[in-house]
């Protein structure tokens, strides 16, 4: 399975950014759910919004309300759209999809490398 995410970039404070991420090559059927988390410089990777295959969508509560994530099952995908973001945002975001098929040729988790978010004053 490969994670590729792409979106990311410079936005003014206030304004929004799309980020995508698309899992590939899961052969064995895999994936679960997806997410995204984020790491600013220094910190510690946190969770930004997760969604299960079912739909059940999770927030940090740093980005609640401003955030929405949503998949596409079918194509594996996942976009996080971003309003409203602030300097804090700031921070290279990592795309996850993890399986409750650990074994079966599955591992537990697959993420990406991650994309740059920078927010300008």
């Known amino acids: 399975v490969q994670v590729v995410e792409s979106g990311g970039g410079l936005v003014q404070a206030g304004g929004s950014l799309r980020l995508s991420c698309t899992a590939s090559g899961d052969t064995n059927n895999c994936i679960s759910g997806m997410g995204w988390y984020r790491q600013a410089s220094g910190d510690e990777r946190e969770l930004v919004a997760i969604?299960?295959?079912?739909?059940?969508?999770l927030y940090g509560d740093s980005v609640k309300g401003r955030f929405t994530i949503e998949k596409d099952n079918a194509k594996n995908t996942v976009h996080l759209q971003m309003n409203g973001l602030k300097r804090e945002d700031a921070a290279v975001y990592y795309c996850n999809a993890d399986s409750l098929k650990v074994g079966d040729g599955c591992q537990s988790h697959y993420w990406g490398q991650g994309t740059q978010v920078l927010v300008s004053p």
């Open positions: 969604i299960t295959s079912s739909g059940t969508r």
